[in-house]
């Protein structure tokens, strides 16, 4: 929706395909922004309320601008997929940003589509400008910004930033059940998207480097993770153990 102002007041769907918002859309009476099965995208203002629902996604950008700020006057809903373009060169950011909501409700998937230098402990990226915001994203892709580390969200209700710090957690088991012939071992405290293995032994006290792998996977994106394991009714006992790279 080009120029450089537009007093259209009637409710805007998109449901499938894109549309660029590069002027400035003024909502006058009853207009809203409904996006279902499409993109929102653009460079320009919306000041309609915006709803992003699930299988439809924002982008701030357009065609020949890439990153971009998107300007909100209202309210933001997010249950979608948020797609931010994220490059660091010389240890600054230069990002797509989403300013001036009222209120944001965070929800559905966040992507960041990260470019230029590897992202480092006490990184700190700023994508979202708001009065007041809630709710958190389900997902985030990337699941981690690098090897051993992991996404700090807490502040993204409160300021819109998040940060990158060093994976600190150990992964350990939680409950152990037995079920339909196999053991089933749950756990939480790991690296998300991380991959984990489960070593078994018949005995406690074989040396480390004997014990042998029974299951490879990841980490879920909340660090947590369930392995399920026949039992074999001729091994009289059988010990496990985590391990990770």
Do not use: C
Request: proline share 6%; no cysteine; glycine share 14%.
């Amino acid at each position: 929706m080009a120029g450089p102002f537009n007093a259209y007041t009637g409710p805007t769907v998109v449901s499938n395909g894109t549309l660029f918002v590069d002027g400035n859309y003024s909502d006058i009476t009853t207009g809203s922004f409904t996006v279902h099965g499409g993109t929102l995208g653009g460079t320009g203002a919306i000041t309609a309320p915006v709803v992003i629902n699930v299988g439809g996604a924002l982008a701030p950008g357009g065609l020949s601008v890439s990153v971009a700020t998107l300007t909100f006057g209202n309210t933001l809903s997010l249950a979608g997929t948020t797609r931010m373009d994220v490059n660091k060169t010389g240890g600054v950011f230069v990002n797509d940003f989403v300013f001036g909501v009222t209120t944001l409700q965070m929800g559905g998937t966040l992507q960041l589509n990260v470019t230029g230098e590897p992202l480092a402990v006490g990184d700190v990226i700023s994508l979202f400008n708001f009065n007041s915001a809630s709710g958190n994203f389900s997902a985030i892709t990337p699941a981690t910004p690098g090897p051993g580390l992991v996404w700090d969200t807490s502040n993204l209700a409160a300021n819109g930033t998040m940060a990158v710090t060093a994976f600190t957690s150990r992964p350990e088991f939680g409950t152990v059940l037995q079920s339909a012939g196999a053991i089933v071992m749950n756990g939480s405290n790991g690296l998300p998207g991380a991959t984990y293995y489960v070593l078994s032994s018949t005995n406690i006290a074989t040396p480390l480097n004997q014990w042998l792998p029974v299951l490879t996977n990841a980490f879920d994106a909340s660090g947590n993770f369930s392995a399920t394991n026949l039992i074999d009714p001729a091994t009289p006992q059988r010990f496990f153990l985590l391990q990770t790279p």
